[in-house]
């Protein structure tokens, strides 16, 4: 009767007690997020609902190589595997984390052989052997929450391993468009310092032929070579960053350099119209801030964690079997034993180990809450820079292609100049180094147009969401 009187209020405690989680639930923290950006001037913003589709960031580009090289790095990139390596680590925790909430099951057989005292007195008992096979369960009553609030934090470090891995992928990704599109700028100016050299041997054989009839002085000739090595070495000097850039782009498709080549071309990568997102729909693009936040809630249960330190395990155990002396009689029911009931264990004194646990979370708490703040405030930097980079490059390179264009009219009235002998040949050779100058210039801003469009397109997250992210509910 009491048994029964004690399991009944046993069964309405747990009831109560059901789904009560201690800790505080998780709430984002709050940001302070613009209204809009600031270099937004000029800008398209985006539709934030638009559900056209999107194709991948670096295909507006438009340059096939670049596409098939991009399609690479998810495959053999080693850091993106790693980061997936770890993502399936992380699966695994909160696999085992979601294994807590169900029994315990095991089992065992055992022999021995032993001799012990058949009474109270000292009389050495006979040698004897005892099989045992025994088949056990326990099982912890998640009262307070402390499995579910394990759970909980397994899940959201899961889903940061996930946004870490399309934050690898992204930074890849991005480095991968930056280094083509440096090594295709390198080729633009080697085709343009090839071409000079071609204009240079032309006119030093010009020059050479004035001095040959008399018309122009030996200094002329030596100017004009000077001029012409000069510009050859310029070209020469070129392979070693072409060669650096070749051996990033292998590494970044997880290949060894010296089995990797790109052929050189005549065509640079479009600039891309790139539309830009409201500041909030950044928070949601960018995986290094949804890892961030998805760790501030990771953190978050881990206080609940050790909040529930502080109160009692409930435990139900069962165990039951067969033991004998003699094997072919064990499974016989004379020798079956069996056990069965709850346990209740709360720590008494620990001298203050729990409380400072539970500060230790809350620390660690408010630690990843400002890491996620800095991961935003970080993001809105990494795109105002890029616009900031993009509105002045733009202003910049109408100003130096006009600059280009009176560059080389000047070296052309120069050139007339002197074949009609009105200056000295010192005047071309200034004219042909600003000449070359103005154009080498120009490049070098179309490049670091380029360059600027990949890492605004990386800020915004490329074209992740983080919805994106395999969600895992606890």
Request: with cysteine; glycine share 6%; net charge neutral.
């Amino acid at each position: 009767m009491h048994a029964r009187i004690a399991r009944a209020v046993l069964i309405s405690a747990l009831s109560t007690l059901a789904g009560c989680a201690v800790g505080p639930d998780y709430q984002r923290p709050d940001v302070a997020a613009p209204a809009q950006f600031k270099e937004t001037q000029g800008w398209k913003m985006a539709e934030p609902r638009d559900e056209a589709p999107r194709s991948p960031w670096w295909e507006r580009y438009g340059d096939p190589q670049l596409n098939g090289l991009v399609a690479q790095v998810e495959v053999s990139n080693q850091n993106v595997q790693a980061a997936a390596a770890q993502y399936r680590q992380a699966q695994a925790v909160l696999g085992a984390s979601r294994a807590s909430y169900f029994p315990t099951v095991t089992g065992g057989f055992a022999a021995t052989r032993g001799q012990g005292a058949t009474s109270a007195s000292t009389t050495t008992g006979a040698i004897r052997n005892t099989d045992q096979l025994s088949l056990g369960a326990s099982w912890e009553a998640d009262v307070w929450g402390r499995i579910g609030r394990g759970v909980e934090s397994s899940a959201a470090s899961a889903e940061a391993s996930a946004a870490d891995l399309q934050a690898a992928l992204l930074s890849a990704q991005g480095t991968l468009v930056q280094s083509y599109t440096q090594l295709r700028v390198n080729d633009a100016q080697r085709r343009l310092l090839d071409e000079t050299v071609a204009a240079y041997e032309r006119s030093l054989e010009i020059t050479r032929n004035r001095y040959a009839s008399g018309v122009a002085a030996r200094i002329d000739v030596a100017q004009a070579e000077t001029q012409l090595k000069t510009t050859q070495a310029q070209a020469i000097d070129l392979g070693v960053q072409r060669a650096q850039l070749e051996h990033a782009i292998a590494l970044l498709i997880g290949k060894a350099p010296a089995d990797f080549s790109l052929p050189r071309t005549d065509t640079l990568p479009v600039l891309p119209q790139i539309p830009v997102d409201l500041p909030s729909v950044l928070l949601e693009r960018r995986p290094d801030v949804a890892a961030a936040e998805r760790r501030a809630a990771a953190a978050n249960a881990q206080i609940g964690v050790a909040q529930s330190a502080f109160f009692p395990a409930l435990t139900f155990s069962a165990a039951g079997g067969y033991q004998n002396t003699s094997l072919s009689q064990l499974l016989s029911l004379p020798n079956r034993f069996w056990s069965l009931g709850p346990a209740l264990a709360q720590t008494l004194f620990d001298g203050g180990a729990r409380s400072a646990r539970k500060d230790q979370a809350i620390a660690a708490y408010d630690q990843s809450v400002a890491t996620y703040r800095q991961a935003v405030l970080t993001a809105f930097q990494d795109v105002e820079d890029n616009l900031a980079a993009l509105h002045v490059l733009a202003a910049e390179q109408v100003a130096q292609r006009e600059a280009t264009q009176f560059a080389e009219e000047s070296l052309r009235l120069t050139e007339n100049q002197y074949q009609s002998g009105t200056v000295s040949y010192l005047n071309v050779v200034v004219a042909q180094a600003t000449a070359l100058s103005a154009k080498i210039s120009s490049l070098n801003i179309t490049g670091r147009r380029l360059l600027a469009s990949a890492a605004l397109l990386k800020a915004l997250g490329g074209d992740w969401r983080a919805a994106g992210i395999a969600e895992q509910k606890p």
